[in-house]
């Protein structure tokens, strides 16, 4: 007997999780930003109740507030009684269910698989996979038994009109920050160097949002009850965002009262769960110096390599946020090669860039306290201290020294610096395979 098989094609659907489409997203350093909704809704004129429901998991439950054209807020609801159990869908499998969607649209037809994040329902031959995030109920069985899935925000408005009403939702949310990076890469003379400048857009939440207008926030505001003190989690992934082949797209900087505000001049999407790359400034050269540290403390001993510290002056009309700042140096090849990471702080426009890249193995400190005498009101100490350069260039060396109480400084081989009543330093011009020494004495005096 022959066997007939009927092969029925299987058509796969996969429903996007939830969106905010069109947000003006204001992103703070600590974890945070205040999302401007736009939203509508279609209402009678007079009492109405309207719902929103594409809300991130980590929003500030007591910050939403509806604005309105044309209408009036009354009363405003936030409802966190929603069903979260997995097992129970699982129990549910092979049965038939009800999916309501966020955009409104209705899923009816055999469970066939819940797996991670997604619900796999089997309609007419057709397999539609459905994205937990972006159910609003489940219904099983009778009407009776529906069961919201998802937060929403509901309101009791007034209307002066029937048809559509417009406004902003507008509300704070965990779960998205910023900071900035920097990039180096050093020419072959090793004194200037291409500085790329970028912002780290994450999100964190579960709400992906599209064609958003961007916003940067620099600066540290206080918040009560320690609100935004969450940082965000290491993200899943990155990638830089994706503009139009002939468009720069760039951040303009504002002042925003005592803060700097930074808007870029075309829309982004973030992705929920993901971190989204942007240049914060255009592409620039910069003349960068190279200064050589070697830092103690009184009757310290110490022999070391020297921290070597770049800097450079900031000659944008732009501040730069503080952010991570690595250090690329070209070889003789012409390869570029990591060399060194520091955390650059705020630096206003026209004020001095400094990042610490390591330190030099050719060029050595050592410190000595050749004499230390102390008696009953007073104490003296006399300092050696030895650098050496071994490289094949000239170096600038500035070797500081804290010294705490009253003191004065008696016999010193080299001028010095008082910085301040703790501190003085030495600024030596080191010839190439050459070496240097600085003695000084101080000298306490107490009642």
């Not at 936030?78 to 899923?107: A, M, P, W």
């Not at 890469?185 to 160097?193: A, F």
């Not at 505001?221 to 990155?238: E, F, I, N, S």
Request: proline share 3%.
């Amino acid at each position: 007997m022959k066997k007939l098989f009927l092969l029925l094609p299987l058509i796969f659907n996969s429903q996007i999780s939830a969106q905010s489409q069109n947000a003006t997203i204001t992103l703070y350093r600590d974890g945070y930003g205040l999302v401007k909704q736009p939203v509508s809704f279609t209402v009678e004129k007079g009492r109405n109740e309207v719902n929103y429901s594409s809300l991130p998991n980590q929003m500030e439950v007591e910050s939403p507030f509806l604005s309105l054209n044309k209408a009036k807020m009354l009363f405003q609801r936030f409802n966190k009684d929603v069903f979260h159990s997995r097992s129970f869908l699982q129990e549910q499998l092979g049965y038939y269910i009800t999916v309501t969607t966020d955009d409104g649209e209705t899923f009816k037809g055999q469970l066939l698989a819940m797996e991670n994040n997604w619900l796999s329902i089997e309609q007419k031959k057709t397999i539609t996979m459905i994205n937990f995030d972006e159910i609003i109920s489940i219904q099983v069985g009778s009407k009776e038994k529906t069961y919201p899935v998802k937060e929403e925000m509901s309101w009791e408005i007034s209307s002066k009109v029937t048809g559509n009403v417009t406004g902003e939702l507008i509300y704070i949310t965990r779960g998205i920050e910023w900071d900035a990076s920097y990039r180096l890469i050093s020419s072959n003379d090793k004194s200037t160097g291409n500085l790329i400048s970028q912002a780290n857009i994450k999100n964190e939440t579960n709400l992906s949002f599209t064609h958003a207008s961007t916003q940067l926030l620099e600066g540290n505001l206080k918040r009560a009850k320690g609100g935004g003190q969450r940082r965000v989690k290491t993200q899943r992934g990155g990638y830089i965002a994706d503009m139009a082949a002939d468009v720069s797209p760039e951040f303009s900087a504002e002042e925003l009262g005592d803060y700097h505000l930074y808007t870029l001049s075309e829309k982004l999407t973030l992705p929920k769960n993901e971190m989204v790359t942007v240049s914060l400034y255009k592409d620039k050269e910069v003349k960068f110096t190279r200064l050589y540290k070697f830092e103690n403390n009184e009757r310290s001993k110490k022999k070391e390599p020297l921290v070597v510290e770049l800097s450079f002056t900031n000659d944008s009309e732009k501040p730069f946020p503080a952010g991570n700042f690595q250090i690329y140096h070209k070889n003789t090849r012409g390869n570029v090669e990591f060399a060194g990471e520091d955390m650059l702080k705020y630096v206003p426009k026209g004020e001095i860039a400094k990042v610490i890249a390591g330190r030099a193995s050719d060029v050595l400190g050592e410190r000595k306290v050749v004499n230390y005498e102390r008696k009953k009101k007073s104490e003296e100490a006399s300092i050696l201290l030895e650098v050496k350069n071994k490289r094949n260039k000239q170096v600038e060396v500035e070797l500081t020294e804290h010294i705490h109480g009253d003191w004065v400084i008696k016999e010193p081989s080299h001028n010095y610096k008082k910085v301040d009543a703790s501190t003085i330093t030495f600024n030596l011009t080191l010839k190439p395979n050459s070496t240097e020494t600085v003695t000084y004495t101080y000298r306490k005096e107490w009642q």
